[in-house]
């Protein structure tokens, strides 16, 4: 059954209200603050709280503001909160997501900079840091998995992933230059249908 989502985002012929922009800000701010490891762990939060919890975007929209987001220059994690904060509530969504994602790290890098740097070799931080490495590889897996879930949708979608990930991995292909094939190759796979489908009906 389709998610009525008019009772939690504006229309996109509309001002967005205070009370959203204050929401979207506190969101950011909550996930900005409670993200170790880099903005792909932030992508499972981001994700759960936009798009599961508060229903403001379809699964499908957030991963097609991901793949933009990835193909952009800058941090992932600003880009995916300018993305996602646009698509909520527009040009004031994009700003005040990207302050309360970035003020966090902001915030703690000033005063983690101002004292790290006498603390770093002590063993209690360094194990600290070091239990803390795994539960990030987890939380970016799990966004993984659950990305997946909707995107590949089909044995070419399996394909695509595949081969993106040789590309990658094998290869040590730029990630634009394999998102711009990948998206290519989607262009493609579309004209091939539509050909198929032509002929077919002809």
Do not use: C
Request: charged fraction near 15%.
């Amino acid at each position: 059954m389709p998610v009525d989502r008019t009772a939690n985002i504006q229309d996109s012929t509309s001002a967005p209200t205070v009370r959203l922009i204050f929401q979207i800000f506190s969101v950011f701010l909550s996930i900005g603050a409670f993200t170790f490891g880099g903005g792909y762990a932030m992508v499972p939060l981001i994700q759960r709280d936009i798009v599961e919890r508060r229903k403001w975007l379809e699964r499908e929209d957030f991963i097609d503001s991901l793949a933009v987001a990835q193909s952009a220059p800058g941090p992932i994690a600003i880009n995916v909160a300018v993305m996602t904060g646009y698509k909520i509530a527009g040009v004031p969504g994009a700003i005040v997501a990207t302050a309360g994602a970035a003020l966090p790290s902001f915030v703690t890098l000033l005063v983690v900079a101002s004292f790290f740097l006498g603390i770093q070799d002590v063993p209690e931080v360094q194990a600290f840091l070091k239990g803390m490495r795994p539960a990030i590889v987890s939380l970016i897996l799990a966004s993984v998995i659950s990305i997946g879930k909707t995107a590949i949708v089909d044995r070419i979608g399996l394909v695509v992933s595949v081969l993106a990930l040789i590309g990658l991995v094998g290869l040590n292909l730029h990630p634009i230059i394999v998102i711009v094939l990948a998206g290519m190759a989607g262009l493609v796979i579309q004209a091939t249908k539509k050909q198929k489908q032509g002929s077919d009906t002809g």
